[in-house]
C-alpha cells in the first residue's frame, strides 16, 4: 500500500512564477491535509479539503495561494506570483477519518 | 489557535541513556500524535494516543497522554544512536477536521 506522494520532490521558481504542487493521497483516504514548514520553524497547518471540497483554510494566506482535490486525480496546492518568502518544504498528509494523519515526503519550493 | 509548547529543544546524550520528551499545552485535544523527521524528508508517524491517561509502548519507546489530554511524554529507555533525530509532537483540535497544531521539536543527539 503506497504511502502518500507528492512531486515534485524539489521545485525552483523565479520571483513572480506560479508554483504547482501536488499530493496523491494514500489508497481508501478521502482526507487531505496541507502544511507549511518555514526555515527555522515547526509546521503549520494551511488548508483541510476533502473530495472537491474545502472543509478548513484558516491558515491559507489571504493571497496568492489556493488548494484543491478534485473527484479524479490529486489534490493541488497552487501559489501564484511567488515570492522569496514563500520559499518552504509543503507537506501533504492524508486520513482515513478522524485523528491519524500521514504525511508524504514533502516538496521543497526554493524562490530565487 | 491552540499552541503546544514542547521540550527540551536539544537533547544530547550518551548510548544506553534514558530520556523524556514533553509536549504541553491549556488546550485540550481530541488526540496527539507523535512524529519522527529525518532531514529532507516528511514527518514519520510513531504513535497516536486518543484517550486520557493512555500508555502506548513501542520497543523502548513509551508515549503517554495526559489525563486531561493537554499534555504527553515520550520516554526512551536505553537511548541508541539510532534514536538520533527530530521528534514532533502534534496535537488534533477538537472539533470537525481534527487540524494537527505542533510543537516545535526535539532535536535529539545520542552518542555512542
Known amino acids: 500500500n503506497a504511502g502518500v506522494m507528492q512531486n515534485p520532490r524539489h521545485l525552483v521558481r523565479r520571483r513572480g512564477q506560479e508554483a504547482r504542487l501536488r499530493c496523491s493521497p494514500m489508497k481508501g483516504h478521502s482526507h487531505v491535509y496541507w502544511y507549511r514548514q518555514l526555515p527555522e520553524e515547526g509546521l503549520k497547518f494551511m488548508v483541510y479539503?476533502?473530495?472537491?471540497?474545502?472543509?478548513?483554510e484558516s491558515g491559507m494566506p489571504k493571497e496568492r495561494f489556493s488548494a484543491e482535490f478534485p473527484k479524479e486525480g490529486p489534490s493541488i496546492l497552487r501559489i501564484q506570483q511567488v515570492v522569496r518568502g514563500d520559499s518552504a518544504a509543503y507537506f501533504c498528509?492524508?486520513?482515513?477519518?478522524?485523528?491519524?494523519?500521514?504525511f508524504g515526503p514533502g516538496t521543497r519550493l526554493t524562490v530565487l | 489557535t491552540q499552541l503546544l509548547e514542547q521540550s527540551p529543544q536539544f537533547l544530547s546524550i550518551q548510548e544506553g541513556e534514558n530520556l523524556t520528551v514533553y509536549c504541553n499545552s491549556s488546550?485540550?485535544?481530541?488526540?496527539l500524535q507523535w512524529y519522527r523527521q529525518e532531514p529532507g524528508e516528511g514527518p514519520v508517524l510513531l504513535v497516536t494516543v486518543v484517550t486520557g491517561g493512555e500508555v502506548k509502548k513501542l520497543k523502548r519507546l513509551t508515549f503517554q497522554f495526559g489525563d486531561a489530554r493537554k499534555d504527553s511524554s515520550l520516554h526512551i529507555t536505553a537511548a541508541q544512536p539510532g534514536d538520533t533525530g527530530l521528534y514532533l509532537c502534534a496535537g488534533a483540535e477538537m472539533g470537525y477536521g481534527n487540524k494537527l497544531v505542533f510543537g516545535a521539536g526535539t532535536i535529539l543527539r545520542v552518542k555512542s
Open positions: 488546550s485540550v485535544f481530541s488526540s
Open positions: 498528509a492524508s486520513s482515513p477519518g478522524r485523528d491519524t494523519q500521514y
Open positions: 479539503l476533502q473530495k472537491e471540497n474545502i472543509i478548513d
